[in-house]
């Protein structure tokens, strides 16, 4: 490394690259090497690694792992059992450590990559967590909202008895109140409360209540990938953080919206954290969000499913397959 920087340092300088090979004794090829990699590259592979006894069997191997992909993982192909196949079935001669490398290189070809994430002020992710609470005397599964803001870290948290349509869109209601602003956009994944149907070209079609809610608030809507919970990850990492945090021991309030005010000043004590890796507070960084944010509407979106209905002779109005009693003094005449 020190000659690398040595050699760098005198090319910029002005030297030679004749120059530099006679000053340092190594070849001018070394040196035009040098020149193009700020650090030592290593050993690179020029040609492909040939295998005299697997290459015409490697289609064999390739077509049963990529059937294990859709089996049980502890029903899957080891190499022990990719050789002990080859040499019975196919009468293949060669060794075993052979066949081992080769799974093993097609497992680092095929496996999903990641690369860390920069999110930008002003975008939302969101999702649905469940936690044990004790309402009123009684325990009983909560369905706690959570939205993150993945640029600060800062979050809101909201319980609900279930995690149906009006529920999620009156956490994202509360959400927005509590911060005072509206993010750009909110990514989801395809819960069937937000989206009715995922469309052969990969479009959502929303249900009736959240499309009116996103036009309400002119709201941008993006979704992960089916099945892959790493692409809202900070949403992710939130609801584990909320259920260590927040729910444990078990919360134990007199009503929901007596646990939902507690949940808020949760929320808000936590923006006087300082996470690692960064030097400034959740709340300073949650200035810079908001302000990429855009301003709440004149009004909130009511967040209840609305049907029109008929009021029949016994005063009662049917709303999905259930009959509700309405008062006498609501019903209008001829209805």
């Known amino acids: 490394m020190e000659l690398y920087r040595k050699v760098r340092l005198a090319r910029r300088g002005g030297m030679s690259e004749r120059s530099a090979a006679v000053h340092f004794g190594i070849s001018r090829a070394s040196v035009k090497k040098i020149m193009g990699f700020s650090v030592p590259p290593g050993y690179r592979r020029k040609a492909e690694i040939k295998r005299p006894k697997l290459d015409g069997f490697t289609g064999f191997i390739d077509q049963w ?20 196949r080859l040499r019975d079935e196919h009468g293949f001669k060669g060794g075993y450590t052979t066949v081992k490398n080769y799974v093993r290189e097609h497992g680092r070809r095929s496996r999903e990559m990641f690369v860390p994430l920069a999110h930008a002020p002003g975008h939302a992710q969101a999702d649905f967590g469940e936690a044990m609470v004790v309402i009123g005397g009684v325990e009983q599964k909560a369905h706690f909202f959570a939205l993150d803001l993945p640029f600060s870290d800062a979050c809101f948290v909201r319980a609900y008895p279930a995690a149906v349509s009006e529920a999620w869109v009156d956490g994202h209601v509360h959400a927005f109140a509590f911060f005072g602003r509206v993010p750009q956009s909110v990514l989801y994944d395809n819960d069937r409360c937000l989206v009715a149907n995922i469309l052969p070209d990969g479009s959502r079609k929303r249900t009736k209540l959240f499309s009116g809610f996103l ?121």
């Not at 993982?73 to 059992?81: G, P, S, Y």
């Not at 009503?255 to 808020?264: F, H, R, S, V």
Request: glycine fraction near 8%; hydrophobic fraction near 35%; proline fraction near 5%.
């Open 65 to 84: 792992l990529v059937e294990d992909l859709s089996q049980n993982r502890k029903q899957r192909h080891t190499a022990k059992r990719v050789f002990e």
């Open 215 to 335: 036009s309400h608030y002119f709201l941008q809507d993006r979704y992960g990938r089916p099945g892959k919970g790493n692409d809202k990850g900070a949403v992710e990492g939130l609801v584990g953080y909320a259920r260590r945090n927040f729910m444990v021991p078990i919360p134990r309030f007199a009503t929901w919206d007596a646990l939902n005010a507690w949940l808020a000043e949760q929320c808000r004590k936590r923006q006087a954290d300082v996470l690692r890796g960064h030097g400034e507070t959740i709340g300073q960084r949650l200035a810079r969000d908001l302000e990429a944010m855009m301003y709440l509407p004149a009004s909130p979106f009511d967040a209840c499913d609305q049907a029109s209905g008929q009021v029949n002779s016994q005063s009662l109005v049917r709303y999905k397959t259930n009959d509700y009693s309405v008062p006498v003094a609501y019903v209008l005449p001829g209805s």
